[in-house]
């Protein structure tokens, strides 16, 4: 049975590792695509911000161009209230250690495969890992959710943030 075939029923341990490698991979892939498009918006805001803060800052100097420096000071200061908002760089770690979780797991249940005669390899062994890879999305949706419940006491108590 393949991995992406559903669910099976009496699975030999060896398709049972095969269609666990499988979810961990694709888990692996998630966080993989997560961190690099938060990493990206991470990145973008942070380079964005300096250009406009240096620019703004030549302009103020001329004094023909200190309108548009003002203007760019101000696009400054929405692009670093943008970023604590949407908290792009919390998620990038943690989608980064994520994928980090994964990646072990793999590299553990491939050993544990490769380095077990197959009439040796039985389900209680496969139990441990699936055990760890259910506490990997545990871990990551708790983490989530944490922090949109702190982002939401904050402005409960003190109103919406900029």
Not at 32 to 58: D, H, P, Q, Y
Not at 76 to 95: C, D, G, I, K, Y
């Amino acid at each position: 049975m393949q991995p992406n075939n559903g669910p099976g029923a009496g699975l030999t341990p060896q398709e049972t590792a095969a269609l666990l490698l499988g979810k961990i991979r694709r888990g692996h892939d998630y966080a993989r695509g997560k961190k690099e498009r938060f990493r990206r918006r991470a990145s973008v805001i942070k380079l964005l911000t300096l250009a406009l803060s240096a620019a703004s800052t030549i302009l103020l100097g001329l004094h023909r161009w200190t309108d548009l420096a003002f203007a760019l000071v101000a696009l400054v200061t929405a692009l670093a209230a943008a970023e604590p908002f949407f908290n792009w760089r919390s998620r990038w770690v943690l989608m980064e250690e994520a994928q980090y979780r994964f990646r072990r797991l793999a590299d553990d249940l491939e050993y544990l495969v490769a380095s077990t005669a197959p009439d040796d390899l039985a389900r209680r062994h496969l139990d441990g890992v699936f055990a760890r890879y259910q506490a990997v999305w545990e871990d990551l949706s708790r983490t989530w959710l944490e922090q949109r419940r702190e982002r939401a006491v904050v402005e409960h108590l003190t109103g919406p943030q900029p």
